[in-house]
């Protein structure tokens, strides 16, 4: 089992993401800088949270056009999981590796605390190690959360069930004012059609660690190993 995290200027969470792939999967991961045209060989891809280039153009924009966004794609092609967390998710959007697009927060204000999640589906790696509608406590830092996508991408998430987490209350019901973003349909993450891409919002490597307030995420990183290792 290997991975690689790739860090761009402006990544804050690589070394949150790193300390948390060592711990929730035995291993480290290799730190690959954006510039480089290659990746190891490896079965896991994360593309960690922060402001790449200072979100200056737009959240994602620049990081998404990286001289190793192309050797991901590649990957992506060729059925690599790679997950995308909170700036992460953004790239992978800008991307195209990932429908939909990223609006500012509606209340336009960076949101910095934990959110409730419910689990939509575990149809893949990134989700098998927990239960369906299972729910989480995992925190969220950003300032363009606001996930956008029409209504016929929306309808393709539903029908192909790739809609990953959804903000919820503490029952699990999606009511809009537990939404810190405004994002559609209460969406906090989701997949691509395979089920091998994952860009999520939320910050699991944040919750691994009980001194941190929760271990929500360690299924999310262990339930990879049980299915990719």
């Known amino acids: 089992m290997s991975a690689a995290v790739i860090v761009f200027p402006g990544s804050n969470c690589d070394r949150d993401v790193a300390r948390a792939v060592t711990q929730c999967m ?17 079965d896991v891809i994360v593309l960690p949270g922060g402001f790449s280039h200072g979100d200056y153009l ?100 539903y029908d192909e069930d790739r809609i990953a987490f959804r903000y919820v209350t503490e029952r699990g019901d999606p009511d809009p004012d537990t939404n810190p973003n405004g994002s559609c349909a209460n969406i906090a993450g989701i997949l691509d059609a395979r089920g091998r891409v994952l860009g999520m919002m939320p910050h699991p490597e944040r919750a691994v660690d009980p001194l941190h307030g929760g271990t929500d995420g360690v299924a999310l990183f262990r339930g990879l190993v049980d299915r990719l290792g």
Not at 26 to 42: A, F
Not at 118 to 137: E, K, M, N
Request: hydrophobic fraction near 45%; charge should be positive.
């Open 58 to 157: 737009r959240s994602g924009a620049m990081a998404a056009r990286a001289p190793v966004m192309r050797t991901i794609a590649e990957r992506v092609a060729a059925g690599v999981a790679v997950l995308g967390i909170c700036n992460g998710f953004q790239i992978l959007a800008e991307a195209g590796l990932l429908p939909g697009a990223f609006l500012r927060n509606a209340s336009l204000r960076f949101v910095c605390l934990t959110v409730t999640l419910r689990v939509d589906t575990v149809r893949s790696p990134f989700t098998a190690g927990y239960d369906p509608g299972q729910i989480l406590r995992i925190p969220v830092a950003h300032h363009d959360g606001n996930y956008y996508a029409d209504a016929d991408t929306l309808a393709c998430l």
């Open 26 to 42: 035995g291993m480290r991961p290799h730190m690959v800088w954006h510039k480089e045209t290659e990746v190891p060989p490896v």
